[in-house]
């Protein structure tokens, strides 16, 4: 009866794009899915679950405590109304008012983007420092990290840092004048995995918290995201997270995750709560995180250059086209990249981008470059069969 999309009537892509949450992330490994399948077919107290999944974060981390959210942009907000409330419980129950809280959020100018929308969300203002002039070739400079300390003031509730192998300024610096005035650092890691040692890095230069997606290269749930940091802050974020519908003399939290003697009293349901995480996603999620650890950087590399290597071969006798196989220093998943002439081919890239994603299989590439005549095509969600699909139709096209 075909696969499930087949018998629901919805068709499946070719997806040369990667685990763009748009195409619906990953495809989990067989092992991830079993465990998400075998999780769903009992109950637990997902405080519990929670707790245990932030000690194999924290291991593999190097951070005090871990936490599973429902992805990156999840985490960003968690992490921040973490910094703004603190373990205070009427903070937490007011948010998104944060009238009479440090509010502010401050975040280098070249970091922006609308994944802060998370942040936003949790009733602060981001507060943009510097001019990064570099990006329009008017000047050579980013924002500094003494850009960053002449704006903290007591209305600060932390630095916000999007983590990237060209971020400016360094992280260790920003860290510097944030904890020099007592402000947490949160970065967003979203997709800076693989190498996989940037699972400890952020941490090591000094963040307070650090978030990573599960549905990108972890191949985790496209809905789970890894926090790490800091074991008050991730206190924090499970107070606001966790469904709280319950009587403080009966709540019994895991001691490593939430220390109830802290507490005057229990806050309610927090802003957290409509990113809520299953089961299925936070088993999912360790077993995909244990092996993207297990599997190691160069295996995984290996396995990207065979698909890439392959689809350059099959793509390789096109006419009016170059292709070229790239890897970028610092994040090391291998790219094919077909270059169109677009005038001796008597179409441009666009339209071949189209007729790609018009055809039957719908084949969707790498548009960062198609205004150039660029299309690129990474190997992360390739599935077998799928080079030979990709270079029918191209041949097809660019032939006709
Ligand atoms: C992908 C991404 C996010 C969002 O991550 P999710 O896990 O989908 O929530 C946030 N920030 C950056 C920089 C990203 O690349």
């Given at each position: 009866m075909g696969n499930i999309y087949e018998r629901l009537g919805v068709r499946t892509i070719v997806n040369a794009v990667g685990p763009a949450t748009r195409l619906s992330g990953s495809i989990l490994p067989e092992a991830v899915a079993e465990a998400m399948r075998e999780a769903s077919q009992f109950c637990v107290n997902l405080e519990e679950l929670q707790a245990w999944a932030g000690g194999v974060i924290a291991e593999i981390t190097g951070a005090e405590a871990g936490y599973v959210t429902s992805g990156a942009a999840a985490g960003q907000m968690l992490g921040v109304a973490a910094c703004v409330t603190g373990l205070d419980p009427g903070k937490m129950n007011r948010l998104p008012d944060t009238e009479g809280m440090a509010n502010e959020v401050i975040i280098p100018r070249s970091h922006r983007n609308f994944y802060d929308h998370a942040i936003r969300a949790v009733g602060v203002r981001l507060v943009e420092v510097g001019i990064s002039d570099r990006f329009t070739g008017a000047?050579?400079?980013?924002?500094e990290a003494w850009e960053i300390a002449d704006a903290i003031t007591d209305r600060t509730a932390a630095v916000a840092y999007v983590a990237n192998v060209r971020a400016l300024p360094p992280l260790r610096e920003v860290v510097a004048v944030a904890h020099a005035r007592g402000v947490p650092v949160v970065v967003d890691a979203a997709g800076q995995l693989p190498p996989a040692s940037n699972l400890t890095r952020f941490v090591s230069e000094g963040a307070d918290l650090v978030c990573f997606s599960g549905g990108k290269a972890v191949r985790g749930p496209q809905s789970s995201g890894i926090l790490c940091g800091r074991r008050d802050l991730i206190a924090a974020v499970a107070l606001q997270h966790l469904d709280q519908d319950v009587f403080f003399e009966l709540w019994d939290p895991p001691r490593s995750l939430i220390d109830k003697e802290k507490l005057p009293g229990a806050p309610q349901h927090g802003i957290g709560r409509p990113c809520k995480v299953g089961k299925e996603e936070i088993v999912g999620l360790i077993t995909a995180l244990r092996l993207f650890v297990a599997e190691g950087d160069e295996a995984r590399k290996a396995g990207w250059e065979t698909t890439t290597a392959a689809l350059a071969n099959a793509l390789g006798d096109l006419p009016h086209a170059q292709v070229r196989v790239v890897v970028n220093p610092g994040r090391p998943v291998p790219m094919v990249w077909l270059e169109v002439d677009e005038q001796a081919a008597g179409i441009t890239g666009v339209d071949l981008v189209r007729q790609l994603i018009a055809g039957d299989p719908s084949i969707h590439v790498n548009t960062s470059n198609v205004y150039e005549g660029s299309l690129g095509f990474g190997p992360m969600c390739l599935k077998e069969g799928d080079v030979e699909v990709i270079s029918g139709r191209l041949h097809e096209l660019l032939e006709g």
């Open positions: 000047g050579v400079r980013d924002t």
